[in-house]
């Protein structure tokens, strides 16, 4: 039974589309990431949700907007999307704001 | 300077031998600190957490902390070829609100 899941795995989509990516986690924890890893391999935390709520925006264009329903769920929906946004983009929880995070498998965004 | 930095590599060791992985971060007042392995086009998989000051041995991974240099370090012992992925240091920062990584350090073990 999959911890953190999201999907799609693989999204490729044209410039200027919108599009969406859904992460849900059995485990119970309380807070939930969003993090791009681009092509350079480098880990950004973009959102930080705690108990539904928005804690961390790390500078991100106003273009992504994430959006908790409940504890378990952090859906990332990406408006105007550019060539820039292409990027593996992983959904991740943990306990508390200052334990570990586990993640999701990735959703690779190719925009074409 | 970087928020956490690591040596990006590539180290490259024999099958058998100690790897050393090293990282520095900037918050004085980090707690909590996460040693990842990324294997690629898997995504981040935790080794080792550690908070306090000292070393932690788990398995052939022992992670060692040293918050008065912001140094934490990650000591893979006997390493196999299975070993061979990046490696992710990560420090929790900004009161605990976020996990920062750093840029990662790839690792060849070879047989």
């Known amino acids: 039974d999959t911890a953190v899941s999201q999907t799609p795995k693989y999204l490729v989509t044209q410039m200027g589309n919108d599009k969406s990516i859904k992460c849900e986690q059995n485990?119970?924890?309380?807070?939930m990431y969003w993090y791009k890893q681009d092509s350079k391999k480098f880990l950004k935390i973009m959102f930080s949700y705690n108990n539904k709520e928005l804690i961390i925006n790390e500078t991100v264009p106003n273009r992504f907007s994430p959006k908790s329903p409940d504890k378990a769920h952090l859906n990332l929906h990406i408006n105007s999307l550019e060539l820039g946004d292409s990027a593996v983009y992983f959904c991740?929880?943990?306990?508390?704001?200052?334990?570990?995070?586990?993640f999701g498998q990735g959703t690779r965004l190719t925009v074409v | 300077q970087k928020e956490v930095e690591q040596n990006s590599g590539p180290l490259s060791v024999p099958e058998g031998a100690i790897a050393s992985l090293n990282c520095t971060y900037s918050?004085?007042?980090?707690?909590?600190f996460f040693w990842y392995r990324q294997y690629s086009g898997k995504s981040p998989e935790l080794i080792m957490s550690?908070?306090?000051?000292g070393d932690k041995e788990d398995g052939r991974f022992t992670a060692q902390l040293n918050k008065a240099s912001q140094y934490v370090s990650l000591l893979i012992r006997d390493s196999q070829p299975s070993d061979s992925a990046t490696y992710l240091c990560a420090v929790n920062m900004s009161g605990g609100f976020k996990t920062i990584f750093g840029a990662g350090t790839r690792l060849f073990v070879k047989a």
């Open positions: 918050d004085r007042v980090s707690q909590s």
């Open positions: 485990l119970g924890h309380d807070t």
């Open positions: 550690i908070y306090s000051n």
């Open positions: 991740a929880s943990s306990a508390s704001v200052a334990s570990e995070a586990f």
